[in-house]
């Protein structure tokens, strides 16, 4: 173990949270140099929403580590060195997580990946309708402005098939 002097500004915070990153994602262990970056890395920043960006960031940076040791640590001294000007909901946020039993930790982790993936399917699904809104009331003003036929509109706009046997539910 040794000391040496080191100045946050002198860290070059994008570069190292980057490579950090990558070792996580890659399943590999970290050195201590690196653990020890990632609790005093936000504290580089001389903005302060520079520094509540990069807390955040760290921490999910940090929730991604495989080994739960480590993980634990890494999070408890995030807490310990940024605490003075942390957001209390990431506070709040690490606290949860660390007290939290793994089973507890997994439920939480599937809970959140399931509202995601209701979200994402909730927003597809409103595109579609506003795509297929959109495709009507284009025809229905080629029909009125025109005085075309339905299904000459639907040739001049190239409906597929498909949008095709939805639309003429939609016109009868």
Do not use: W
Request: charged share 35%; glycine share 4%.
């Amino acid at each position: 173990m040794y000391t040496h002097e080191a100045f946050l500004t002198e860290i070059e915070a994008t570069k190292e949270k980057e490579r950090i990153e990558q070792t996580i994602k890659a399943g590999e262990r970290l050195s201590e140099e690196d653990i020890m970056l990632i609790c005093v890395m936000a504290l580089s920043y001389e903005q302060p929403a520079d520094q509540q960006r990069a807390i955040r960031e760290l921490v999910e940076m940090a929730k991604g580590i495989k080994d739960e040791e480590t993980q634990r640590f890494t999070l408890g001294a995030i807490f310990g060195f940024t605490d003075k000007v942390m957001e209390q909901e990431v506070a709040e946020d690490i606290i949860r997580r660390l007290t939290m039993t793994k089973i507890g930790r997994i439920y939480e982790e599937q809970k959140l990946a399931y509202g995601k993936k209701m979200a994402e399917q909730a927003a597809a699904q409103a595109t579609e309708k506003t795509r297929i809104d959109t495709l009507y009331e284009n025809l229905k003003n080629m029909i009125e402005e025109l005085g075309t036929s339905l299904s000459k509109a639907m040739d001049v706009l190239k409906v597929s098939d498909s949008d095709r046997e939805i639309l003429m539910k939609r016109f009868e």
